[in-house]
């Protein structure tokens, strides 16, 4: 596999830069013709860098058939598409691992029964971090990833996925207690888990 430095110095080049970001945003398989489009350049271009990206672990590829099936040779061929790969990247130089602390911790949280403690600690964090009319711009900035779907704002990434996945329940809690904080009164929110996304989800019966 891929080393995670090499995997984010193949962002570097900006065409490929704005392949990947337009993958990433749709939270779905995205074929060559439309990265092409929306990225503005040629078909073979667009699927060059995608092949790039895929090879370096950044988005991982599949055949599925994009359009309903047409008469003659070649009518309804599945065609290559991308999404974002599943596994997580990072850069620190020297070496950190700041994930395998947070795991730590969340067990001895757990061990001492020290759920609610820490789901008090979080409401206080996202309560400092609330901004009237700003929550979806704290959001961005924290890696939440906030897209509209239909009456709600849903969260495309987890940024504490590797330490949920270890203590799902705790993690959980603490999420929705710091994103609680960061809407404030400007938002509903509640506990609304979909497969490969943050488990919390905006009401926007109340938007600001």
């Not at 779905?28 to 672990?57: I, M, P, W, Y």
């Not at 950190?96 to 757990?110: M, S």
């Not at 709600?152 to 929705?176: D, I």
Request: glycine share 8%.
């Amino acid at each position: 596999m891929t080393d995670d430095l090499g995997a984010v110095a193949a962002l570097h080049d900006p065409v490929r830069r704005a392949l990947y970001d337009y993958v990433v945003a749709q939270g779905r398989a995205v074929g060559r013709n439309e990265a092409a489009q929306e990225a503005g350049v040629s078909r073979t271009l667009a699927a060059f860098h995608l092949d790039k990206l895929a090879e370096a672990g950044l988005l991982e590829s599949d055949f599925m058939r994009l359009t309903e099936a047409r008469p003659g040779p070649g009518g309804g061929r599945p065609a290559k598409v991308y999404r974002r790969a599943s596994a997580a990247r990072k850069v620190t130089l020297p070496h950190r691992d700041y994930e395998q602390l947070a795991a730590l911790l969340a067990e001895v949280v757990h061990d001492l029964a020290a759920d609610d403690r820490a789901v008090s600690v979080a409401a206080a964090a996202g309560e400092r971090l609330h901004e009237p009319g700003g929550w979806l711009a704290t959001l961005r900035e924290r890696g939440y990833e906030p897209y509209a779907d239909g009456d709600r704002v849903r969260l495309r990434n987890c940024p504490f996925r590797q330490v949920a996945e270890a203590e799902p329940l705790l993690v959980c809690a603490m999420n929705l207690a710091l994103c609680k904080g960061i809407a404030g009164e400007d938002a509903d929110v509640e506990l609304d888990p979909r497969p490969g996304e943050c488990c919390v989800s905006f009401s926007k019966n109340n938007f600001r």
